[in-house]
């Protein structure tokens, strides 16, 4: 389903779509759907119900072909040739930074992922389901029996302090009420039409991004004058590197590069995961059968477990089921609804010429609701997983040589925070709407999903 060659091969035709107006081709198409409670996904949907698999638009003036086949998805993102690299479009890339993972040419990549790998490491992820117990814990101590709560909100404060703790041991409340009201522009703006005018979502957000920048060039300057104390966390372990680097073989992060990558790590480690364990709850909520099942398990757990302090990840091992769920949240949700990539050679895709230069997309969602991959594929139904052999492709966290370097972080703090919810709380899910947050890179509920708690007693 993919072939490379040189030149054009005359064996095939561009794939299907409009150009749209001259200049801005679609994009005011795109805008519109962001701005819609269908979500920017919408604009995809529509089209490839009318094209097929392998549909071509221009957006931002630059040629985009999004493609829903399984083959071709994997072919794309195993990328064992090195023949596509990652790119998003120009508002996202401005706003992470050009030294981020997620922009990255090729070679770079490879570079920044060698030296931020060891940083998930087993003992990382223990050391993380450890710190965000205990976030958990004290968060859900808080609810008031009786009354409602909107996870996303609380989720999002949660995974934002845990991210902070786990990277730079950030812990005051001031510095993380300013940093989360930047994060959170930024992320705002991530889709905007990229205009630098002052009263811009787009400019907005450049400026939030500055002052994030800001401060974490002054959080470097302190730790590296002995102004703050260090800590054993993944901000000491890049600066302990850099301070050491040796010849430019062995070159170790800039500082640059270590900023751009801790404002990566924070919107990645706290958006999309809120996001998926909004989601989680929904779902939850609306199946009784698979809620049931879970609850027994982790009432199961709990009574092993009473007198440890904290959870273990030996003990997210034994939560089964409950992988299950996170990982069939993860598919019905698709937080990540697409991934994109920069043609590096012209090839062949689904019979089309592509050319180098145009921006392929991967269209997660699609496939991972495709009921030729997934029996019933609208369906809730965790126990499709009871068969990891059955062959299928997942893209939660994409796949290949870039597939997300948080992934087993992001299923520790989903674990973690499933347990304790189920184990303390009763809950019910007061609006079942599923619209989406305008504006939003990943698929947020637009209600939040408010719940009504009930302690659970002894």
């Known amino acids: 389903m993919l072939q490379f060659h040189d030149g054009d091969s005359g064996a095939g035709h561009i794939p299907p779509g409009s150009r749209g107006l001259p200049l801005i081709g679609e994009t005011l198409h795109f805008m519109a759907a962001i701005n819609s ?42 990328n064992e040739l ?25 070679q770079h990549h490879k570079f920044l992922r060698s030296r931020l790998l060891h940083l998930f490491s087993a003992s990382s992820v223990a050391l993380l389901v450890k710190q965000f117990d205990n976030l958990i814990v004290n968060t859900l101590s808080g609810w008031e029996d009786g009354g409602t709560v909107v ?62 920048m800001s401060r974490l060039e002054k959080i470097i300057s302190e730790r590296r004058s002995g102004l703050r104390d260090s800590h054993e966390d993944f901000l000491q372990h890049l600066l ?5 680097s040796g010849s430019d073989e062995n070159r170790k992060l800039t500082d640059a590069e270590i900023q751009d ?30 809620f049931d099942t879970l609850k027994a398990e982790q009432i199961h757990l709990a009574k092993k477990t009473s007198k440890k302090p904290f959870l273990t990840v030996e003990d997210l091992s034994e939560m089964d089921y409950a992988s299950k769920v ?24 689904e019979g089309y010429n592509i050319k180098k230069g145009w921006n392929v997309n991967i269209d997660a969602r699609s496939i ?21 052999s059955r062959p299928c492709i997942f893209l939660a966290f994409g796949m290949g040589g870039r597939a997300c370097l948080g992934m087993n972080m992001a299923k520790a703090m989903m674990l973690v925070f499933l ?30 999903c408010p719940i009504h708690v009930k302690r659970i007693t002894p």
Not at 82 to 106: E, P
Not at 264 to 290: H, P, R
Not at 326 to 349: G, N, T, Y
Not at 425 to 435: A, I, P, R, T
Request: charged share 25%; glycine share 4%.
């Open 419 to 448: 347990h304790r919810l189920v184990t303390t709380y009763n809950w019910k899910v007061m609006d079942s709407d599923s619209s989406v947050e305008k504006w939003a890179l990943f698929s947020r509920l637009r209600n939040g």
């Open 240 to 244: 302990a590197e850099h301070d050491n």
């Open 82 to 106: 090195g023949k596509f690299t990652k790119r998003y479009i120009m508002s996202i890339a401005r706003l992470v930074g050009d030294q981020s993972l997620l922009c990255a040419s090729y």
């Open 37 to 78: 409670g269908k979500g920017f996904y919408d604009f995809v949907r529509i089209r490839s119900r009318r094209y097929g698999h392998c549909f071509k638009t221009n957006m931002f003036g630059e040629t985009h072909v999004f493609v829903s086949s399984t083959e071709s998805a994997k072919a794309i993102l195993n």
């Open 151 to 212: 996870i996303l909100k609380e989720a999002s404060k949660v995974t934002f302090k845990a991210m902070c703790r786990m990277l730079m041991s950030l812990e005051r409340e001031t510095e993380l009420e300013m940093l989360l009201e930047d994060v959170a522009q930024v992320c705002e703006a991530m889709l905007a039409f990229p205009l630098r005018l002052p009263w811009t979502r787009f400019h907005m957000g450049l400026q939030a991004r500055k002052r994030i």
């Open 326 to 349: 996170v990982k069939e949240s993860l598919r019905m949700a698709s937080v990540v609804p697409w991934f994109p990539r920069l043609v590096l050679q012209d090839c062949q895709i």
């Open 368 to 388: 991972q609701l495709d009921p030729m991959v997934y029996n019933d594929p609208n369906k809730f139904n965790p126990r499709r997983f009871d068969d990891e």
């Open 261 to 290: 990558n801790i404002l990566t790590m924070i919107i990645a480690g706290q958006d999309t995961t809120a996001s998926a364990m909004t989601w989680m709850v929904k779902y939850l909520g609306e199946n009784e059968e698979v």
